[in-house]
């Protein structure tokens, strides 16, 4: 490819390109997927490693890149392609913030059901990193919303998977893959997405406990009941209450029925609009741990984790909790015991973000189940490992 073509869309990176610490030698910014495609060939054909960006706004997460010769930007792919209404379906472009996403949607009633827990979130990091938010209870999450995705290869090949399904890969659900890939696999250009109506009424009930291992018992009245929580979330900071907040979406007169039945539960309950925004900046200056458990462990691990001085936020009612503080020395030495507990209950403590200080003692993933898989899933999309090298797990 000659170096003509690319140039309008290539320029030198700069401070603010840097990728966890990482400044690229080179940054592309593609209007399209044939110019990602492009941009891919070349960055091929020239050896080039490659690390994509949305917004970058979890550009601090993961492990530093071992390797960054090409940022690919994909800021200037914001376009909402097709939105079938009838249909409950959207596609966009991977560049799309999600908060425009929705203000586009809001006319016809509908929404993407995930929350903007990261502001400035695109479509294509929402993917890549599949952070949830508190409606991930009833809604599911990224990975059960999405139906397509357009993937640019390593090797610069367009792949196209559910949706308007114009070619596959032959195996692989393509789409489910890229969730979670932290950009490994590919570069996500496009994706279709399955909506819901936005409910007619929607209302927060939060209750004050003394603890998470105090609001237990709540937690699995709620968890056990039929009222149907679209979440069920707790917010607990070290020396102060937890709060216990429960989500009922839906018809007016369903949600104020259900809202006597959670009081039935919890007690007098305040209405508040519970933020979505995850505990901490997503700035590497504070340590952002994303903990999984059984529902059952929940309490308990959020209990562990305000006892070692994090601020706790979390989905109790799937056992997906966010934690986070900004003191570097306190957060290092609780890695290993939150891996410990987490573990017990089947689950894991990922450092998403941290200080240089953090990283430099913490393994960020941890141990991690079917990593020989991953690494051949990697092999067969990447040979040649040059896509954001060493960010994910294992070295991945
Ligand atoms: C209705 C419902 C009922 C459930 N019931 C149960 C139950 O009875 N028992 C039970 O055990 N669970 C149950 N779960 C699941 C459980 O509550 C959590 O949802 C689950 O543990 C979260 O794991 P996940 O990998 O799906 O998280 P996700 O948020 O979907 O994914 C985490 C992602 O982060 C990455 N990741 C996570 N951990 C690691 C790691 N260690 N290393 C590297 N990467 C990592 C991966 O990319 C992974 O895809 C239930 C969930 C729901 C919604």
């Known amino acids: 490819m000659p170096a003509s073509v690319l140039r309008p869309l290539v320029r030198p990176g700069t401070d603010t390109d840097a990728v966890a610490g990482v400044v690229p030698r080179l940054v592309a910014e593609p209007a399209s997927t044939d110019d990602v495609s492009r941009v891919m ?5 020239q050896g080039h490693s490659v690390v994509v960006r949305g917004n970058g ?3 601090t997460w993961g492990v530093p890149p071992s390797s960054l010769d090409l940022l690919v930007d994909l800021s200037r792919m914001n376009r909402v392609l097709e939105h079938e209404a009838g249909d409950l379906i ?37 993917i890549a990193t599949n952070v949830s938010g508190p409606r991930r209870v009833a809604l599911g999450t990224v990975r059960d919303l999405v139906i397509g995705v357009t993937v640019v290869r390593a090797d610069g090949v367009v792949a196209k ?3 308007k399904v114009v070619k596959n890969v032959a195996g692989y659900d393509l789409s489910k893959l890229m969730v979670g890939s ?15 109506p ?7 009930l939060t209750v004050e406990a003394e603890s998470p291992s105090a609001a237990s018992d709540l937690i699995a009245s709620v968890v ?3 009222v149907v929580p679209a979440a069920v ?11 216990l907040s429960v989500l009922l979406e839906g018809t007016e007169r369903g949600v104020a029925q259900r809202s006597e039945r959670v009081r039935d539960l919890l007690g007098t309950t305040t209405t508040y609009d519970v933020p979505l925004a995850l505990p901490g900046h997503a700035d590497g200056a504070r340590t952002l741990l994303k903990l999984t458990t059984q529902i059952s462990s929940a309490p308990e691990i959020a209990q562990a984790a305000v006892d070692l001085g994090f601020h706790v936020r979390g989905s109790v009612g799937v056992g997906v909790l966010y934690a986070s503080t900004g003191e570097a020395a306190r957060a290092s030495a609780a890695v290993g015991t939150l891996r410990t507990l987490t573990g017990r209950s089947g689950g894991a403590a990922v450092v998403l973000d941290a200080p240089t200080d953090v990283r430099d003692v913490v393994d960020m993933w941890g141990p991690v189940q079917g990593l020989d898989l991953m690494r051949r899933v990697k092999h067969e999309f990447d040979p040649d490992n040059r896509l954001a090298p060493g960010r994910f797990v294992g070295g991945i």
């Open 182 to 196: 932290f950009g490994t696999l590919g570069v996500v250009t496009e994706a279709t997405f399955r909506l819901h």
């Open 41 to 45: 060939k070349d960055a091929a054909a």
């Open 224 to 226: 056990h009941s039929q």
């Open 161 to 163: 998977a559910g949706g």
């Open 90 to 126: 959207v596609s966009a472009q991977a560049g799309t913030p999600l908060a425009d996403l929705q203000e586009a949607l809001a006319p016809a009633g509908q929404r993407l059901g995930v929350d903007d827990v990261v502001p400035r979130t695109t479509i294509g990091g929402l």
């Open 233 to 243: 979330e707790v917010d607990a900071v070290p020396g102060a209450p937890t709060r």
């Open 198 to 204: 936005v409910p007619e009424a929607s209302t927060w």
């Open 57 to 59: 706004s979890k550009s």
